[in-house]
């Protein structure tokens, strides 16, 4: 399947505070349009920063070459998906986007046999 | 975004380094009880997360202590410094360590970021020679 231009919603993207604009509540590193990447060059797993990230409802998938064995379990009990080389993450998002497309072709799906029910 | 560890043998909430980095001329933009964000110039932008010893997981994170720089004993409050992905935000990053160190004393571990390690120090070595 691969990746797209089209993937690509933007880089370093602020996230506001909805209650209070000003306040940015974090910033994603790479936004795509199936998921949430987060690069991490040092060995912190900032748990904090990926439950903000949880938020948008897209999986988030947190690129660390050198996560140790605790940022490991943290990135998983914070619900992301730990990747540790470039290969596995062009893999794993390529996974993500297939199951992204995947779902959003059975919604489609969905849609039409409600539409011919209901013609019917 | 990345960010590095704080070690402080007080027990400190938001509002306390508020005051402290308020008081040294920081633009503090939020400040709640375990968490603090300060605003600098050219869109730097910073947070901070504060943890007491007992909201720390002692399975997960105190049994780890190979990469603590305190024992979890002595630990009082642990606050990770969080950096928007500029050298603004870098250069703001560690000034603001580098007052928590000034007022409360801690240590910072990088975490393998090398290079905020370097503007660490070479901010402190600035401020020595001037």
Same mark, same amino acid.
């Given at each position: 399947m691969g990746l797209g231009? %089209?993937?690509?919603?933007?880089?370093?993207v602020d996230v506001p505070n &909805?209650? !209070? &604009? %000003?306040?940015?509540s974090t910033e994603l590193d790479i936004q795509l349009t199936f998921a949430v990447v987060e690069v991490k060059s %040092?060995? !912190?797993?900032?748990t904090h920063s990926l439950d903000k990230k949880q938020k948008f409802g897209l999986p988030v998938v947190v690129y660390a070459p050198r996560a140790n064995g605790l940022q490991q379990r943290q990135i998983f009990n914070a619900g992301a998906i730990w990747v540790w080389d470039i290969n596995s993450l062009l893999g794993t998002l390529d996974q993500i986007k297939a199951a992204a497309e995947a779902r959003a072709k059975k919604k489609t799906k969905e849609k039409i046999d409600i539409n011919i029910t209901y013609q019917q | 975004m990345d960010g590095f560890r704080m070690y402080f043998s007080q027990d400190l909430r938001g509002p306390d380094v508020a005051k402290v980095l308020s008081a040294a001329g920081f633009n503090v933009n939020a400040q709640r009880s375990r968490e603090v964000h300060v605003v600098g110039p050219a869109n730097a932008y910073v947070w901070l997360d504060l943890s007491s010893r007992s909201e720390?997981?002692?399975?997960?994170?105190? @049994?780890?202590?190979? @990469?603590?720089?305190?024992p979890p004993n002595q630990l009082g409050t642990l606050i990770v410094i969080m950096a928007k992905s500029n050298d603004e935000a870098s250069q703001l990053a560690v000034r603001v360590a580098r007052r928590l160190v000034e007022h409360f004393g801690a240590l910072i571990t990088w975490d393998g970021l090398f290079g905020l390690e370097r503007l660490y120090g070479e901010f402190n070595t600035n401020r020595r020679s001037s």
């Open positions: 231009e %089209g993937d690509l919603v933007d880089v370093q &909805p209650d !209070n &604009p %000003g306040e940015l %040092g060995t !912190n797993a900032l | 720390l997981d002692p399975a997960e994170d105190i @049994s780890q202590t190979e @990469s603590w720089a305190m």
